[in-house]
T-cell receptor, first 113, second 114 residues
Framework: DAKTTQPNSMESNEEEPVHLPCNHS???????IHWYRQLPSQGPEYVIH???SNVNNRMASLAIAEDRKSSTLILHRATLRDAAVYYC??????????????FGKGTKLSVIP | KAGVTQTPRYLIKTRGQQVTLSCSPI?????VSWYQQTPGQGLQFLFE???????NKGNFPGRFSGRQFSNSRSEMNVSTLELGDSALYLC?????????????FGEGSWLTVV
């Protein structure tokens, strides 16, 4: 399974932008880059995903390096509700048309008021 | 639209018993997968079902099993419970198995084995 590497933790001041990095040097051409976040005592929540081009949605932006070996999740203005563990995941088929998500440790984001 | 629904939310079982957890995916979603989350091991993939067929299985013992019904609802069963099975069990659904699809998670079922 393709692996991702993320910092264990990061801090941000409220209302400032946050850049969460992810390295995935073994990514294959058909792997999609997905980001999920998990608040305490809740299931993971979808944030954003992409393949090659940068992506934007109402929650965040995803910047993908040209060689696709790394990506950055950008929260434009951090709020206290953004404090969570953020997971960067590579998603691809794994035989028989199926898939599985392989979660790493993720990055615990703390937002300082 | 309604999200992924998991029942029960909380349960306590005794070592040696068995447990069944239920998952109702988002309407129209045909792929359902299950994950176990523990403080020590993090989130680990259990299995994935599509159109009533298990197509992928994680590295868990045979005590962990599941099934999917024709309406895409899914159940997972753990037999002969051990203390180490205490965990948050998460169900996720997506339209199908394409990697481009968004995957939606339920709130999870908290299982405590005593």
């Amino acid at each position: 399974d393709a692996k991702t590497t993320q910092p264990n933790s990061m801090e941000s001041n409220e209302e400032e932008p946050v850049h969460l990095p992810c390295n995935h040097s073994t990514i294959s051409g058909t792997d999609y880059i997905h980001w999920y976040r998990q608040l305490p005592s809740q299931g993971p929540e979808y944030v954003i995903h992409g393949l090659t081009s940068n992506v934007n949605n109402r929650m965040a932006s995803l910047a993908i390096a040209e060689d696709r070996k790394s990506s950055t999740l950008i929260l434009h203005r951090a709020t206290l509700r953004d404090a969570a563990v953020y997971y960067c995941i590579l998603l691809a088929y794994s035989g028989a048309g199926s898939y599985q998500l392989t979660f790493g440790k993720g990055t615990k984001l703390s937002v300082i008021p | 639209k309604a999200g992924v629904t998991q029942t029960p939310r909380y349960l306590i079982k005794t070592r040696g018993q068995q447990v069944t957890l239920s998952c109702s995916p988002i309407s129209g979603h045909r792929s359902v997968s299950w994950y176990q989350q523990t403080p020590g091991q993090g989130l680990q993939f259990l299995f994935e079902y599509f159109s009533e067929t298990q197509r992928n299985k994680g590295n868990f013992p045979g005590r962990f099993s599941g099934r999917q019904f024709s309406n895409s609802r899914s159940e997972m069963n753990v037999s002969t419970l051990e203390l180490g099975d205490s965990a948050l069990y998460l169900c996720a659904s997506s339209l199908d198995s394409r990697a481009a699809n968004t995957i939606y998670f339920g709130e999870g079922s908290w299982l405590t084995v005593v």
